[in-house]
């Protein structure tokens, strides 16, 4: 399966070590990359994929080797050096000024934007001509805070293309996109390459590296494990080939034994203004020992759902009853400390305090509790050992449980989230898009321990815009529209299309007339 190199390379990274205080994140890495190709980066959580990447982008220097662009070895002190010679990078998390147009985000930073004036409609007229020349249809005008996830990312590709990126390196791209807005990205990355560009496709999906890439370089544990003809590889070689074992894609799941409804939804309503309402009317229930899955595209109200149950926010009307008790009135610490537990979708904003060790990120949900001290005084030794049990219990790499959480890769630091949730023993679980930028190693440990909680009688609320996700761990799926629930169906007696026209705003009832 190993290729060999041609004169048609356009990037080598020869020999790549990156030593930070007490971590080896790059050791003797090589790789290289065709022009004109979509060449994948594939690892597990932690294996040295973003590491390398800062330092082909300019972010970080090696600590040695060297970086070879159309067979000049090259030095970069900074992000615009890398950029000045062609190389562009769409980070996972968007870096865009929300309150700003397209244009005015292009032009942040960019060489041609001036000191005194910018040329505002020149800018938007390039901008234009890029979007229609490589089918990316944005509004230059538009501002970035009114657009949807696949809209914004197009503004990175588009920010990067006007800065002159010939190789263009995207970091997880679909992490956030919908399938939908996934085909319109492939198709994007495809009329990019037949132009010339060169692509850099970092991702965990397996099967989304077989669609649409050619060659995919894997690292383990910060080393290169070889270079592959993508079509030469079926999705278990690369499973093996990232992980070092063989990975199972299917779940084992028992019979459940539906028990009493643990949560009752009944008519939850929640006003945007006056005049419309971000949820509308929703009711469900969720059983003991049932996976209660939610599908629909990002941004139809599954996040106001899940605050409406968490205590973020008050429904306007309607209630959420668990355990005798309205959630919708209860404050988020009661909620917490009354068995439940909750992944966010956010791990930045709402999982992590990212400038606070991993010791103090895994006791965020109980530090006030007897188990890690009394009153003001925390039990430090009690919390260093529960820390280190869950590092090795949920292989989170990390160089020390005292690393800061921000310093960690985005996988491990939903890790660590994963491990404090679950390991509290939930007898209601929400979980938000427990598995997003996880390995597939990881996807198949977290999926194991969702399905645990459920057959040890937890009730467990699953949201996700991963369909097969859903499909495959869900008792029962409720699809949401524009804050409306348009049905509730059983996986075994569905189909993706019938949930696809849900997600799309038909009803059941209509659907199957």
Do not use: W
Request: net charge negative.
């Amino acid at each position: 399966m190993e290729t060999k190199q041609n004169e048609n390379i356009i990037l080598e990274m020869r020999h790549i070590y990156k030593q930070f205080p007490g971590v080896l994140a790059n050791a003797d890495i090589c790789l290289n990359v065709r022009a004109g190709e979509v060449h994948a980066l594939l690892g597990e959580n932690g294996a040295g994929k973003s590491t390398l990447m800062n330092q082909l982008c300019g972010l970080i220097k090696p600590t040695s080797g060297d970086i070879v662009i159309e067979g000049k070895v090259v030095h970069f002190n900074s992000a615009r050096d890398a950029m000045a010679i062609g190389i562009g990078m769409v980070h996972q998390h968007f870096m865009l000024v929300p309150t700003m147009t397209v244009t005015e985000n292009c032009l942040i930073g960019a060489t041609d934007a001036g000191y005194l004036k910018l040329n505002y409609k020149q800018a938007a007229k390039r901008i234009s001509e890029l979007a229609e020349k490589y089918n990316l249809e944005i509004d230059p005008e538009a501002k970035v805070g009114d657009l949807a996830v696949g809209q914004r990312q197009r503004v990175e590709i588009i920010k990067a293309l006007y800065r002159g990126a010939k190789i263009l390196i995207l970091d997880e791209p679909t992490s956030v996109l919908t399938p939908q807005e996934t085909g319109e990205l492939f198709n994007m990355i495809r009329s990019l390459t037949e132009k010339g560009f060169t692509v850099l496709f970092i991702s965990h999906k397996l099967n989304e590296i077989k669609e649409i890439c050619d060659r995919v370089t894997v690292l383990r544990l910060g080393r290169t494990e070889g270079t592959y003809n993508v079509a030469e590889c079926t999705v278990n070689d690369l499973a093996r080939l990232m992980v070092g074992r063989d990975v199972s894609f299917s779940i084992e799941r028992k019979e459940g034994t539906e028990g009493e409804a643990m949560v009752q939804v009944r008519n939850l309503t929640l006003a945007r203004d006056a005049h419309t309402n971000l949820l509308t009317d929703i009711s469900f229930d969720v059983h003991a020992g049932e996976v209660f899955g939610i599908a629909g595209v990002d941004g139809n109200g599954q996040n106001e759902l899940v605050e409406c149950l968490t205590g973020a926010k008050h429904a306007t009307s309607g209630t959420a009853m668990y355990e005798g008790k309205d959630l919708g009135k209860e404050s988020t610490r009661q909620i917490m400390s009354s068995g439940v537990s909750h992944i966010p979708a956010d791990r930045h904003k709402a999982g992590l305090i990212l400038g606070m060790h991993l010791t103090e990120n895994l006791i965020l949900q109980d530090y006030y509790t007897p188990k890690f001290g009394k009153g003001a005084l925390l039990d430090n030794r009690a919390i260093d050992t529960y820390a280190s049990e869950l590092i090795e219990r949920f292989a989170i790499k990390t160089p020390s449980r005292y690393e800061y959480a921000g310093s960690l890769s985005g996988g491990n630091q939903q890790k660590v989230i994963v491990a404090r949730e679950l390991s509290r023993n939930p007898k209601f679980l929400i979980a938000m898009h427990p598995t997003r930028g996880l390995d597939v190693g990881a996807i198949e440990y977290i999926h194991g321990q969702i399905m645990k909680q459920r057959d040890d009688g937890a009730a467990v609320l699953l949201v996700s815009t991963e369909l097969e996700e859903v499909m495959k761990l869900s008792d029962r799926i409720g699809v949401l529209f524009e804050g409306k629930l348009m049905g509730i169906v059983n996986p075994s007696e569905t189909t993706v299309e019938e949930i696809g026209l849900m997600m799309g705003g038909t009803r059941l009832e209509d659907i199957r007339k």
